[in-house]
């Protein structure tokens, strides 16, 4: 199982840009699906998820800059982030939890990373 991220890129301070994240391999089930950040010399943070079902949630930094969707269909999960800072400038991982087999547990899958640069 892979997740692939794209998107990333140079944007300058009040743009945009939408990250994409594809899960791909045999599996049974994908749980939750979401985004964390990790900015130079800093943790790696919650941005957002989206469940299987239920509502989005949001880290408090970038709510209402940001939205998250996902297609069951096609396994894939995107960020859509406007209005973006110079404190939003990070590696970007799409994250999902996914049930390889029924019945066995879920685990844990990131994908490789994509960088968003905001500066002018």
């Known amino acids: 199982v892979q997740l692939q991220a794209s998107g990333g890129g140079l944007v300058q301070p009040g743009g945009s840009l939408r990250l994409s994240c594809a899960a791909s391999?045999?599996?049974?089930?994908?749980?939750?699906m979401g985004w964390y950040r990790q900015a130079p010399g800093k943790q790696r943070e919650l941005v957002a998820t989206s469940p299987n079902d239920g509502a989005a949630t949001y880290a408090d930094s970038v709510k209402d800059r940001v939205t998250i969707s996902r297609d069951n269909a096609k396994n894939t999960v995107a960020l859509q982030m406007n209005n973006l800072n110079p404190e939003d400038t990070a590696v970007y991982y799409c994250?999902?939890?996914?049930?390889?087999?029924?019945?066995?547990?879920?685990?844990?899958?990131w994908g490789q990373g994509t960088l968003v640069t905001v500066s002018s």
């Open positions: 391999g045999r599996f049974f089930r994908i749980g939750v």
């Open positions: 994250y999902a939890r996914i049930q390889l087999k029924w019945r066995q547990s879920f685990n844990d899958y």
